[in-house]
């Protein structure tokens, strides 16, 4: 079994948006102890607090400032984003993660940023439990340190990613490709088909919506119509957005994959040789559970 690299920081456990709310900021206090249990050969990476300089390689100055504001005031960003100090210190870690992530998967490294993937941080805009664009950043800041040139990003979680579609939508050297439920049905009620990027990056995001209700076979059907496009893209890095709320008995979404289906989707990107993993959304309490699942497929020979 090959090692995997996880990244995390103390810090992350503050990303804790109140009680009542779905975000579950403790998940991977259970996850590093079935780490331990289950006897996967891991290595934790702690990452260092990003810059300003690094946020606003995708965001405005504007949004910046009103989200420390925000956190000063414990105001929030929208109905289901509320913003603190500490929530606010933890997105910064965050961001230092998935940069951390990108540049061990560029050494040939498995790796895995438990707090990353937080895909509807927009350029100027935010909610659905996201402050900054974690891995929209990476990618940035890699491409502007002439690490990487071109990137790829499979976004699984169960919600469309606007920010990131917003962020990389007129830029050809990002192909976004997304699996969700039909957003017509789910937050943030955008996502389409019909939605392939514009100017040079036409053709560079795709869309996938799923139905409500769409079970393992289909939803691997639809995976595995997407996943040979890497080959016709040439890229440096891909980053996997893992939302295991996907699940069936995820509280806020209606697609019913299974706990083994995470394994057979851990299989299917074994294969790529430089990935990032960003777990993204995940509401149940299997949570943890759906994140070794899909390391079983993803590290197993
Ligand atoms: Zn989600």
Redesign the pocket.
């Known amino acids: 079994m090959e090692e995997i690299k996880i990244v995390f920081h103390q810090k992350y456990l503050k990303y804790d948006f109140g009680p009542g709310h779905p975000f579950w900021a403790g998940r991977a206090a259970p996850f590093l102890e079935k780490l331990k249990k289950y006897k996967i050969p891991h290595e934790i990476l702690v990452p260092e607090k990003a810059s300003d300089e690094d946020i606003l390689l995708v965001h405005t100055k504007d949004y910046l400032n009103r989200v420390k504001r925000l956190a000063r005031e414990c105001g929030a960003l929208s109905i289901d984003t509320p913003v603190n100090p500490d929530i606010l210190e933890a997105s910064y870690y965050s961001v230092g993660g998935s940069i951390m992530a990108l540049e061990h998967t560029l050494k040939g490294e498995r790796v895995m940023n438990l707090l990353g993937g937080l ?1 509807h941080a927009g350029i100027s805009d935010s909610s ?1 439990f996201c402050i900054f664009n974690d891995h929209a950043i990476a990618i940035r800041k890699l491409q502007k340190d002439g690490k990487i040139k071109k990137a790829m990003i499979y976004d699984i ?3 469309a990613g606007q920010g990131t579609q917003e962020i990389f939508y007129s830029d050809p050297k990002v192909f976004t490709i997304s699996l969700h439920q039909d957003p017509t049905t789910l937050y943030p009620g955008t996502g389409f088909a019909s939605q392939k990027g514009e100017g040079a990056g036409e053709g560079y995001n795709l869309n996938m919506p799923l139905p409500p209700g769409t079970g393992e076979k289909e939803y691997l059907q639809a995976l595995d119509s997407v996943l040979p496009l890497a080959k016709k893209f040439p890229h440096d890095v891909v980053v996997l957005v893992l ?1 295991v ?1 996907t699940f069936e008995e995820d509280p ?2 209606s697609i019913k994959l299974k706990e083994e289906t995470y394994q057979k989707i851990g299989q299917r990107f074994k294969k790529f040789a430089k990935l990032a993993v960003m777990c ?3 509401y149940s309490r299997k949570t943890p559970d759906l994140w070794l699942s899909f390391l079983k497929g993803y590290l197993w020979p």
């Open positions: 895909h659905g979680d169960v919600h939302g709320d806020l979404a993204a959304g995940g």
